[in-house]
């Protein structure tokens, strides 16, 4: 999958800067985490006496829409049309030097 996103981001002509090595990062956790979860809730199913199929479809229903939802948190980031001084501070928010 991350050879994906870089070969989208090479195509595409974007760099690997401090933001979008942010982005990746929080991805790749929020990737591995639910499949941690769903995997950790299917086995807790099989244990009770599920089979495998109706565990795997009740892991799938629990954590699909907490997953869309956190995904759509994360949309305006992705859409806005400011550079990386947007996100760690432009230059109204440094102190200015005064002239005396």
């Known amino acids: 999958m991350l050879a994906i996103v870089l070969l989208v981001m090479y195509a595409t002509g974007l760099d ?16 591995v985490d639910d499949a941690i ?3 950790e809730m299917m086995v807790v199913k099989m ?14 229903t629990s954590t699909a829409f907490p997953t869309l939802v ?3 948190g994360f949309l305006p980031v992705g859409f806005a049309k400011s550079t990386c001084a ?7 928010t440094r ?3 005064t002239r005396h």
């Open 16 to 31: 690997l800067h401090r933001i979008t090595l942010g982005a990746l990062i929080i991805a790749l956790g929020l990737l």
């Open 37 to 39: 979860i769903a995997i």
């Open 70 to 72: 956190t995904a759509v």
């Open 47 to 60: 244990e009770q006496g599920w089979d495998r199929a109706r565990a795997a479809t009740f892991a799938w």
């Open 86 to 92: 947007g996100y760690r501070g432009g230059p109204r």
């Open 95 to 97: 102190p200015s030097a």
